[in-house]
């Protein structure tokens, strides 16, 4: 803990375990409802959760919050599971479904209802509502509340055997319905929902809702700290109440701590969101590159690492506030400057040719793999007459201060020869086609006094022979605007149209011979990953992760 910046939710545990609160016990959890992909935000809460367990030498428990059969899948329960091992985490046998305690809150409900502190109400979703009053009005009794224990046990039984419709009755906690607190006016805590579950099938056609469940849960589970966000702040008096209710029975009371969760600019992590994009063919499926989704954010080519290091960086503090997405892009930059090897790619060619360089003869140059870290050697660019360059490292008519190639002057084709432009070929419209030069064969990078010539231009290149052509991805963010959707337009009107654009590229052979997921630097543009589905090696697919410096103005 001490190579960790203090917070506050370290502090609770540091002195729970300096009091033996829990006996020396540090155990949390993260609760995905399996509706969805986990976004970005989750990565927060799962690195907090794991993050805690592990360096406290406790665990984390990896459970799935299904209690809500409706929108809930297999597949969503694969890809988180897939998700949080990508993050780098690892739950152990520590994986658990609150559907594995349905028996449990049922026997717990029966329990609460015979203690008087639960009844069966008829009311209509619409009347309850009514019925619960506002923020300065207080609710009212349920015409329903007083009915005896006897009544209630013998209708949430019938309920249970599916002898009513969805929505014939509920079960009510009976708390108060003149509360301050509109979560303790008798919350409703099953209702009838003949679906079948992803998991029990259809055993139950009573299901528990999330308040009641996740308390449960996380006694069952002998949790100690329960860490969730800010919305549930109003919800802990709740959460306590039914432990204490509890307690005979279930006499575990583990304690709810709430955090901000991760608010993102330029994006939308609201999984109902994301599930429009989707479905509304706004992007290319859940793990699109522009997608916040963790399955997104690896097809874009970020690092476990890097996440990582922006759930560090941003800290977990009960402050609300607003994340840019350079934060996170700058911790993604900052983890692939250190990992990812340097290659060479040309996004728009223009040809050159060396005029003085021998017909048919070749040669490699070498290159170091990464300019920081000689450790990680150096790879062999083959080197012929005819060169691929950026368009934009020559100009015809240079203003003042271009110190890249243009007629009559000389640059440095990086790890190879001093060049000088002497000729432009161009086509009718006068668009230039090549930019022939000369060599000098004395200055050829790494050899004895190939230096002594300074110029200021340093260009990167490919043999055109050699050259592998790429298809390339250039991905940008997905909305243009900080705040997607604010000022009451529709969150879609504020979608980015240039945030993707495909080119052909070419790339140095070494980078198309790579794996899917591979990342590399191509120098001067970028951080670019082999795409982990189209990708194949001699067929190079590439996304761009983020380029070498923020171009967002900030
Ligand atoms: P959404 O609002 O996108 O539907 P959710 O909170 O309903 O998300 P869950 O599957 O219930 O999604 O989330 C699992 C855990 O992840 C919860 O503990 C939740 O608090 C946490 N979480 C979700 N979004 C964020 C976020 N943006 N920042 C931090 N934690 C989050
Ligand atoms: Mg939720
Ligand atoms: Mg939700």
Not at 78 to 102: K, N, P, Q
Not at 305 to 310: A, K, V
Not at 447 to 460: D, M, Y
Request: hydrophobic share 35%; net charge negative.
């Amino acid at each position: 803990p001490a190579a960790h910046v203090t917070n506050f939710l370290r502090q609770i545990i540091e002195e729970d375990l300096r009091t033996n609160k829990w006996g020396g016990r540090v155990a949390t959890r993260f609760p995905p409802e399996p509706n969805g992909y986990l976004h970005i935000g989750h990565a927060k809460s799962i690195c907090i959760n794991f993050g805690l367990a592990r360096d406290y030498g406790g665990e984390c428990h990896m459970r799935f919050d299904d209690t809500n059969p409706e929108k809930e899948e297999q597949e969503y329960v694969d890809s988180i599971l897939e998700s949080v091992r990508w993050l780098g985490f690892d739950w152990g046998e520590h994986l658990y479904y609150a559907s594995d305690y349905f028996d449990k809150f049922y026997e717990f409900a029966e329990y609460l209802i015979r203690k008087g502190k639960a009844y069966v109400d008829s009311l209509s979703a619409e009347e309850i509502r009514d019925y619960r009053g506002t923020l300065t009005e207080p609710g009212r009794n349920s015409p329903y509340r007083d009915r005896s224990v006897e009544e209630n046990l013998d209708l949430f039984r019938r309920m249970r055997a599916g002898e009513f419709p969805d929505g014939a009755h509920v079960l009510r906690l009976k708390i108060d319905m003149a509360s301050p607190n509109i979560n303790l006016r008798d919350p409703v805590i099953y209702r009838i929902r003949h679906v079948p579950h992803h998991r029990t099938g259809n055993k139950w056609c009573i299901y528990p809702l999330y308040d009641y469940a996740h308390c449960i849960s996380d006694a069952l589970e002998r949790i100690t700290h329960s860490i969730c966000t800010m919305e549930f702040e109003d919800h802990r008096a709740l959460y306590d109440w039914i432990l204490d209710e509890l307690a005979e029975v279930l006499p575990w009371h583990s304690r709810q701590y709430e955090f901000t969760r991760l608010n993102l600019l330029y994006t939308v992590l609201s999984k109902r969101k994301l599930i429009e994009l989707v479905e509304g063919g706004h992007v290319d499926g859940w793990d699109d590159p522009r997608m916040p989704t963790l399955v997104g954010c690896r097809r874009r080519g970020f690092t476990p690492e890097g996440i990582r290091l922006f759930v560090e960086r941003i800290g977990v503090s009960k402050q609300e506030s607003w994340i840019d997405m350079t934060v996170l892009e700058d911790c993604i930059r900052e983890d692939l400057n250190e990992r990812a090897l340097r290659r060479i790619a040309v996004l728009n060619p223009l040809k050159l040719v060396i005029v003085n360089y021998p017909q048919g003869q070749e040669e490699t140059c070498s290159a170091p793999n990464h300019p920081q870290k000689p450790e990680l050697g150096t790879r062999a660019l083959p080197f012929s007459r005819e060169l691929l360059i950026e368009r934009d490292d020559f100009m015809e008519d240079p203003p003042k201060g271009y110190f890249r190639l243009s007629p009559g002057t000389e640059v440095r084709l990086r790890y190879a020869y001093l060049v000088k432009c002497v000729d432009v070929k161009k086509d009718a419209q006068g668009r230039v086609l090549e930019v022939h030069c000369t060599y000098d064969p004395q200055t050829k990078s790494g050899t004895p006094g190939a230096e002594s010539r300074k110029v200021k231009g340093n260009i990167h290149w490919l043999s055109a022979r050699h050259a592998v052509a790429a298809e390339v991805r250039l991905y940008d963010r997905l909305f243009s605007v900080p705040h997607p959707g604010a000022g009451g337009r529709d969150y879609r009107e504020d979608l980015n149209p240039h945030s993707k654009r495909v080119i052909r590229a070419w790339v140095e052979p070494l980078a198309a011979a790579a794996q899917p997921e591979e990342r590399f630097q191509f120098e001067r543009h970028g951080y670019f990953v082999a795409d982990l589905r189209d990708h194949a090696p001699g067929r190079p697919v590439f996304n761009r992760t983020v380029t070498l410096r923020d171009s967002w103005g900030n």
